[in-house]
């Protein structure tokens, strides 16, 4: 089997202690953070200063998912704030593949996503140019929201079309993630997970952390 990387987001963290936070997972395989811009999605969640926080707090790679309109204004910010991944999504800008090609000139890992509502079909052109795809299993802009079932299915067809290709690319799953469905989800073919409500819950993020590791077990 593929490792599992676990992905936490910190969106449900509490940012009133961000280090102490970003500390409690520092036993994670990537810190996951959300940027949203309240015209992509109808959330505001933070920006570049708190990603320089996160930086200066943690050693973990930084991934960035991109909920903002025309990401491809931005990308050089946040390279700069210390993303080490980027991930931008289909329907936030017309040129999505230089958005790509973009985010790899400055050196970092390149990221595709669509929402649940967008057909695979969208993501399939860019499939040899990225370092990872981001299957979107709920409705962007919240955490806690319940997993949407269908998305094992475009799991799946996105897993057999990374093997057909022989594509190493990482395929990342993201919203509503819990020790309850962890496992249907790695089976399905998934190889990163972010999960926000269910690490940063009561009994704080560590413990939370170790839930969703024992799940895998
Ligand atoms: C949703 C974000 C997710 C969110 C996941 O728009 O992209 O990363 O933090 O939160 P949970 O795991 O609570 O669904
Ligand atoms: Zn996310």
Known sequence: ARPVKLAPSILSCDFAHLADELGAIAGADWAHVDVMDGMFVPNISFGLPILAAARRASNLPLDVHLMIER????????????????????????????AVQQIRELGKRAGVTLNPGTPLEAVRPLLGDVDLVLVMSVNPGFGGQKFIP?????????????????????????????????????SAGATVLVAGSAVFGPGGAKAGLERLREALK
């Open 71 to 98: 990401p491809e204004r931005y990308l050089k910010d946040f390279a700069a704030a210390g993303a080490d991944s980027m991930t931008v999504h289909v329907e936030s800008t017309p040129h999505v593949h230089r």
């Open 150 to 186: 269908a998305s094992l299915e475009r799991i799946r067809t996105l897993r057999r079309w990374l093997d057909e290709m022989g594509s190493d690319a990482e395929l990342q799953v993201d919203g509503g993630v819990s020790s309850t469905n962890a496992r249907a989800v790695v």
